[in-house]
């Protein structure tokens, strides 16, 4: 993935590494208060 003449993620590190990002949010239940506000109040925080 790229950006301008930026490459800032390989294809062959995306699902390794997104893995990590919400295996993390799991373990520390970040988003267990979200529930009750709509999606758009969600996108801003």
């Given at each position: 993935m790229a950006k301008d003449?930026?490459?800032f993620c390989q294809g062959a590190f995306v699902h390794s590494e997104s893995?990590?990002?919400f295996d993390a949010l799991k373990i520390e239940n970040y988003l267990k208060d979200c529930s009750d506000i709509s999606k758009e109040?969600?996108?801003?925080n």
């Open positions: 003449d930026s490459r893995k990590k990002i109040e969600f996108a801003k």
